[in-house]
């Protein structure tokens, strides 16, 4: 008696990871109206990329979300800003940096790239200029959010799904 026939294996689509910088991150989360930097914070909570974050990156975002001022200006209540951490926490891949970059105009800049590199990203997307104006890190692209968008409506349409 022979065996039934078995399914050819497919495998899935390759999910794309990716470093965003503070600014993207927190404008996207706090965006009330649909936004370049909203959509892609929105693909990241559906699954559509993987964001990759360091203690560095996460203690910016933390240091940063502490000042009333940017609270206010993102309209973000303190305990928002709690439950953004933690939701970058839990959904994010934490990386931990195994090389030291001095890459960026500002060195403060540096930790998105020593994130990326060990994390094997894809892509990092930041509004920074200094970080921009590199144009990638060890062969990872450095783009901005409307070029990162492009990518993931891209990846949508190869996958047969709705960009957006």
């Known amino acids: ?10 495998s899935a689509p390759r999910v794309l990871k990716a470093v965003l910088d503070t600014q993207l991150i927190l ?11 909203s959509k892609i914070f929105d693909a990241w909570g559906d699954g559509r990329f993987t964001l990759l974050v360091s203690e560095p990156i996460l203690a ?6 502490s000042r009333p001022e940017v ?7 303190s305990l928002e800003a709690g439950a953004l951490i933690e939701l970058l926490r839990r959904k994010s891949v934490l990386i931990t940096p195994t ?4 890459r960026s105009r500002d060195p403060d800049d ?15 997307v930041s509004a920074d200029g200094d970080l921009l104006s ?5 062969g990872i692209p450095i783009v901005d959010a409307p070029a990162f968008w492009q990518v993931l409506v891209g990846e949508a349409r190869d996958q047969g799904l709705r960009p957006e």
């Open 1 to 10: 008696m022979r065996s039934p026939p078995s399914s050819p294996k497919v």
């Open 27 to 37: 404008r996207g989360a706090a965006s009330a109206r649909p936004s370049i930097t």
């Open 60 to 65: 910016e975002i933390q240091d940063v979300l």
């Open 71 to 77: 609270l206010r200006r993102l309209r973000m209540r």
């Open 99 to 102: 090389v030291q970059v001095t």
């Open 110 to 124: 540096d930790k998105f790239l020593e994130c990326a590199i060990a994390g094997g990203a894809d892509y990092v």
């Open 134 to 138: 590199l144009g990638d890190a060890q």
